[in-house]
């Protein structure tokens, strides 16, 4: 995983539109993500650490990010710089997400082009440093935390996104089988994610992982573990009993 000296915080209820954000911004920036006016005003209130930038729903489901700036604002509350993001097309919701102080406006659907290009805009791209404990895994795989790519002895290699670098990290640094929900906590911290988000990462790093002869196994009962695969003469293929 990457990290950073700039915090970005996501205030987004669609499930869709957030995987779109922290894939797209997770690999540059440390990300927190919120999916309700309430998670927002909690975190506002109880934390000392402010994010560098907020990107902003225009609408929650218990209101309107407009609505809660201007209500934080009577309150005496200073907010983070923001950049709002929505599908309202609407002259004058756009005239009030600016008079609140939104730095920006981004539509949606966007690409991930345009919406890195906004917030670098506003939040130049900060010096990124390597996580510690990525690095060299058994059989001569290597972990390129800067560049989320992983790569045999034979210099063959697969570019991951940050989340499957993510899990990849993690089960290397298990001693055996890493369970669902152990899985989902270390990556996505206290936000609730549906099953299938993890099931669609897992699926799309299993096929990067064959062709570097190495295969993430489930056992219901236990979990998830890493695992070195060997080959036969006639190129089929056996499991390695030594996990990596």
């Not at 927190?32 to 930038?53: G, H, W």
Request: proline share 4%; net charge negative; with cysteine.
């Amino acid at each position: 995983m990457l990290t950073s000296d700039r915090l970005l915080w996501i205030l987004e209820d669609d499930a869709d539109s957030r995987f779109i954000l922290e894939e797209s911004l997770g690999i540059r920036y440390q990300v927190r993500l919120f999916s309700s006016l309430a998670e927002l005003d909690t975190a506002l209130t109880a934390e000392d650490e402010r994010p560098s930038l907020l990107i902003a729903d225009l609408r929650l489901p218990d209101g309107t990010f407009v609505e809660f700036c201007a209500r934080k604002k009577q309150q005496g509350a200073q907010l983070p710089p923001f950049v709002v993001v929505s599908s309202m097309d609407d002259l004058d919701f756009l005239r009030e997400c600016y008079r609140q102080g939104a730095l920006d406006y981004l539509s949606k659907p966007f690409s991930k082009n345009e919406l890195i290009a906004k917030i670098e805009r506003w939040l130049p791209v900060s010096k990124v440093t390597p996580d510690p404990a990525a690095g060299v895994l058994q059989g001569g795989i290597v972990l390129h935390s800067l560049r989320l790519r992983v790569e045999d002895a034979q210099g063959r290699s697969q570019q991951l996104t940050s989340k499957e670098y993510q899990i990849l990290t993690i089960l290397h640094q298990s001693a055996g089988f890493v369970s669902r929900d152990l899985l989902q906590r270390r990556i996505w911290g206290d936000v609730s994610v549906a099953a299938k988000t993890l099931d669609v990462h897992i699926f799309n790093l299993r096929k990067k992982l064959a062709a570097l002869n190495l295969r993430v196994n489930y056992h219901s009962d236990q979990g998830f573990h890493l695992e070195a695969v060997t080959t036969r003469s006639d190129g089929s293929i056996l499991p390695s009993p030594e996990l990596i």
